[in-house]
């Protein structure tokens, strides 16, 4: 490995003129200066980041201090903060100190020995004392450690009593609390919060309050033995979502069905909330920007040494799932979303070189992933939280069997999706390349998706927000569902792909089309394009979207993100555009999600791996401001 010698060797200079060039320290001229790097670059120096520390007292070291790394909240939270250190040029370091006190004064007395630039720190056991000892800027969060260090929190004890307050909302009569730990302060005034509504109430008993001490197996135990004592409680507030997992367990281990007999919630709304049976109901934290604000303003205290100390307390909101509300309650408050369309597998493989025709050629990779553009348009509008029913088909085979079941795993009936005897699911053989790309398509029973089948779907259509369709399904359906709509009043979004003429009467009834700009070009040589211009939303790629209203043409820009694979990104557009406009969100509005939505969805391998939820698209679009 090379050293500040070899480099001044190497240029033919003292080793300070090479410090100063590395440095950016003191004069050195341009000739010197070119001579310097270029031994660098020849020499794979690296410089001595812990001398340089020494030199400068800086290290350019931001460590995060969390006392439980198993909980999913503080990796979240992690996420975020990193995020912010890395764009400012700093290394971020996360130390997990299992609650113990001397585990983290070793990390902090560590950490200060090779200069680290500041500590953000979720702590409930750092006194004044220990406090004395720390010499650098430090941000406490999600936790008060001292009215003397600058903190960012939320508004625990008020989430936890408008927590209690829902559950009191959809019927809950005896409500019990699981509590975090007592020498925490956010457990405690959420265990306050719980109380502020509950303490006056002739049933309550201080039995309705067992601590989980924020952990899955502990809240499970204390809920296994809340519900058997006392089998009248049918609600419970847990002080985290972890616990809240944990009491859902508990519920199903004791065959308690939840939420018919027991309703439950947590707090903090972590991903994890999502996938578990049921899915839980929560008062979600801003979790990505309570992070990026503990970073901000430990940046500013370094940067500026300012020690004036910075308090932010965030607002907590209800996030409803199933956990409290039956399935078809749930179902009957999200917008209705109905999509006729295309059921594939997509079959891809990857090669270094696109076969000329007669020539065969060694692939790479060999995957499939479920595609078609009527089933990633529905898992696009799913995701945005819509009600998304598919009439469609697939084949009597494995293929279709998978397809079916992925669609169903993202929430989306699939009651009107037939299996058609003997025929083959539809399939897309993908040929991908470096920067090109060839397609197969074989409709297999996307082509017996035929106005018979829709016909027997008509309930479905009339019940329906919005229709969705595509041109991967005969044309005569197209046509026989657009007049089944306008019979219900119904709107019907059509986005014209692939590319074929289209009737008169499917121009005139339709309420908006979504065409890519190629698209658009064949759609103005229709004689009657003028009538129907303003129908077209037009998406432009990475230039954004374009869309009349009023008479006026209005431009949504692109947005600026990582591209790995584009292939879902108009179909996620379109689901997510109807998602929006089914809920009754006004056109300008609407197509900024859409448009969000799509670029999101670019970041990831495969159309619908990358589709964002709703509140991915509204973060990103918060954090674009």
């Given at each position: 490995?090379?050293?500040?010698?070899?480099?001044?060797?190497?240029?033919?200079?003292?080793?300070?003129?090479?410090?100063?060039?590395?440095?950016?320290?003191?004069?050195?001229?341009?000739?010197?200066?070119?001579?310097?790097?270029?031994?660098?670059?020849?020499?794979?120096?690296?410089?001595n980041d812990v001398a340089r520390s020494l030199f400068k007292g800086r290290s350019k070291m931001i460590a995060l201090l969390v006392p439980d790394i198993t909980n999913p909240f503080f990796p979240e939270l992690a996420r975020?903060?990193?995020?912010?250190?890395?764009?400012?040029?700093?290394?971020?370091?996360?130390?997990?100190?299992?609650?113990?006190?001397?585990?983290?004064?070793?990390?902090?007395?560590?950490?200060?020995?090779?200069?680290?630039?500041?500590?953000?720190?979720?702590?409930?056991?750092?006194?004044?004392?220990?406090?004395?000892?720390?010499?650098?800027?430090?941000?406490?969060?999600?936790?008060?450690?001292?009215?003397?260090?600058?903190?960012?929190?939320?508004?625990?004890?008020?989430?936890?009593?408008?927590?209690?307050?829902?559950?009191?909302?959809?019927?809950?009569?005896?409500?019990?609390?699981?509590?975090?730990?007592?020498?925490?302060?956010?457990?405690?005034?959420?265990?306050?919060?719980?109380?502020?509504?509950?303490?006056?109430?002739?049933?309550?008993?201080?039995?309705?309050?067992?601590?989980?001490?924020?952990?899955?197996?502990?809240?499970?135990?204390?809920?296994?033995?809340?519900?058997?004592?006392?089998?009248?409680?049918?609600?419970?507030?847990?002080?985290?979502?972890?616990?809240?997992?944990?009491?859902?367990?508990?519920?199903?281990?004791?065959?308690?069905?939840?939420?018919?007999?027991?309703?439950?919630?947590?707090?903090?709304?972590?991903?994890?909330?999502?996938?578990?049976?049921?899915?839980?109901?929560?008062?979600?934290?801003?979790?990505?920007?309570?992070?990026?604000?503990?970073?901000?303003?430990?940046?500013?205290?370094?940067?500026?040494?300012?020690?004036?100390?910075?308090?932010?307390?965030?607002?907590?909101?209800?996030?409803?799932?199933?956990?409290?509300?039956?399935?078809?309650?749930?179902?009957?408050?999200?917008?209705?979303?109905?999509?006729?369309?295309?059921?594939?597998?997509?079959?891809?493989?990857?090669?270094?070189?696109?076969?000329?025709?007669?020539?065969?050629?060694?692939?790479?990779?060999?995957?499939?992933?479920?595609?078609?553009?009527?089933?990633?348009?529905?898992?696009?509008?799913?995701?945005?939280?819509?009600d998304v029913n598919v009439i469609g088909a697939v084949g009597e085979d494995a293929f279709g069997q998978k397809l079916r079941q992925n669609l169903a795993n993202e929430g989306i009936r699939t009651e009107s999706i037939e299996?058609?005897?003997?025929?083959?699911?539809?399939?897309?053989?993908?040929?991908?390349?470096?920067?090109?790309?060839?397609?197969?398509?074989?409709?297999?029973?996307?082509?017996?998706?035929?106005?018979?089948?829709?016909?027997?779907?008509?309930?479905?259509?009339?019940?329906?927000?919005?229709?969705?369709?595509?041109?991967?399904?005969?044309?005569?359906?197209?046509?026989?569902?657009?007049?089944?709509?306008?019979?219900?009043?119904?709107?019907?979004?059509?986005?014209?792909?692939?590319?074929?003429?289209?009737?008169?009467?499917?121009?005139?009834?339709?309420?908006?089309?979504?065409?890519?700009?190629?698209?658009?070009?064949?759609?103005?040589?229709?004689?009657?394009?003028?009538?129907?211009?303003?129908?077209?939303?037009?998406?432009?790629?990475?230039?954004?979207?374009?869309?009349?209203?009023?008479?006026?043409?209005?431009?949504?820009?692109?947005?600026?993100?990582?591209?790995?694979?584009?292939?879902?990104?108009?179909?996620?557009?379109?689901?997510?555009?109807?998602?929006?406009?089914?809920?009754?969100?006004?056109?300008?509005?609407?197509?900024?999600?859409?448009?969000?939505?799509?670029?999101?969805?670019?970041?990831?391998?495969?159309?619908?791996?990358?589709?964002?939820?709703?509140?991915?698209?509204?973060?990103?679009?918060?954090?674009?401001?």
């Amino acid at each position: 490995m090379a050293t500040i010698r070899d480099v001044a060797e190497f240029a033919k200079v003292s080793t300070a003129t090479v410090s100063r060039v590395i440095n950016s320290n003191g004069y050195v001229n341009e000739e010197t200066k070119w001579r310097v790097n270029e031994a660098i670059e020849q020499l794979n120096y690296f410089p001595n980041d812990v001398a340089r520390s020494l030199f400068k007292g800086r290290s350019k070291m931001i460590a995060l201090l969390v006392p439980d790394i198993t909980n999913p909240f503080f990796p979240e939270l992690a996420r975020a903060i990193e995020d912010v250190t890395n764009q400012h040029g700093y290394t971020f370091v996360l130390c997990n100190t299992d609650n113990d006190i001397d585990k983290k004064m070793g990390y902090l007395s560590a950490l200060q020995q090779k200069s680290v630039d500041g500590f953000i720190i979720v702590s409930s056991s750092l006194t004044e004392d220990y406090l004395k000892n720390i010499q650098t800027p430090i941000v406490a969060l999600d936790r008060i450690i001292s009215p003397e260090v600058s903190s960012v929190t939320v508004n625990n004890r008020d989430g936890a009593r408008k927590a209690v307050k829902y559950l009191k909302s959809v019927g809950c009569s005896r409500i019990a609390h699981i509590a975090g730990p007592e020498h925490v302060d956010n457990a405690v005034y959420r265990m306050r919060g719980f109380l502020d509504e509950i303490k006056h109430e002739k049933w309550f008993d201080s039995s309705y309050v067992l601590s989980g001490a924020y952990n899955f197996e502990k809240a499970r135990e204390a809920a296994v033995n809340l519900l058997t004592k006392n089998p009248k409680i049918d609600g419970i507030f847990a002080g985290n979502d972890l616990m809240g997992a944990g009491v859902l367990n508990a519920a199903a281990s004791l065959d308690i069905n939840v939420p018919e007999d027991l309703a439950v919630i947590g707090f903090d709304g972590i991903s994890m909330s999502e996938t578990v049976t049921p899915a839980l109901t929560t008062m979600a934290q801003p979790i990505y920007d309570i992070g990026t604000k503990a970073a901000e303003i430990l940046i500013e205290h370094i940067s500026t040494r300012y020690q004036s100390v910075m308090r932010e307390e965030f607002n907590v909101r209800l996030i409803e799932r199933e956990s409290t509300l039956r399935m078809e309650d749930l179902m009957s408050a999200k917008p209705k979303v109905c999509i006729i369309g295309s059921i594939n597998m997509d079959l891809n493989v990857t090669t270094n070189k696109m076969p000329m025709q007669g020539e065969t050629v060694l692939g790479d990779k060999f995957f499939t992933n479920p595609g078609g553009k009527g089933a990633n348009q529905a898992v696009a509008a799913a995701r945005m939280g819509a009600d998304v029913n598919v009439i469609g088909a697939v084949g009597e085979d494995a293929f279709g069997q998978k397809l079916r079941q992925n669609l169903a795993n993202e929430g989306i009936r699939t009651e009107s999706i037939e299996t058609i005897a003997d025929v083959s699911t539809g399939t897309a053989t993908i040929i991908l390349s470096e920067n090109d790309n060839r397609i197969i398509v074989a409709p297999g029973a996307n082509n017996h998706v035929t106005p018979e089948l829709v016909a027997k779907q008509r309930e479905l259509i009339e019940e329906s927000d919005i229709i969705l369709m595509q041109l991967e399904v005969p044309m005569e359906t197209i046509v026989s569902t657009v007049k089944i709509a306008e019979a219900s009043d119904v709107q019907v979004i059509l986005n014209p792909a692939p590319f074929q003429p289209l009737p008169e009467s499917v121009l005139k009834k339709t309420a908006y089309m979504t065409p890519n700009e190629i698209e658009l070009a064949s759609m103005k040589e229709y004689p009657m394009y003028e009538s129907i211009r303003q129908k077209m939303i037009v998406t432009r790629g990475g230039k954004g979207v374009t869309f009349v209203e009023n008479g006026a043409e209005n431009v949504i820009g692109g947005h600026c993100v990582q591209v790995t694979d584009t292939t879902g990104a108009g179909d996620t557009f379109n689901g997510a555009l109807a998602g929006e406009l089914a809920g009754g969100t006004n056109l300008p509005d609407a197509v900024t999600m859409a448009n969000a939505a799509a670029a999101l969805s670019v970041s990831k391998l495969g159309a619908q791996s990358g589709m964002p939820s709703k509140q991915d698209v509204q973060r990103f679009l918060q954090e674009g401001k």
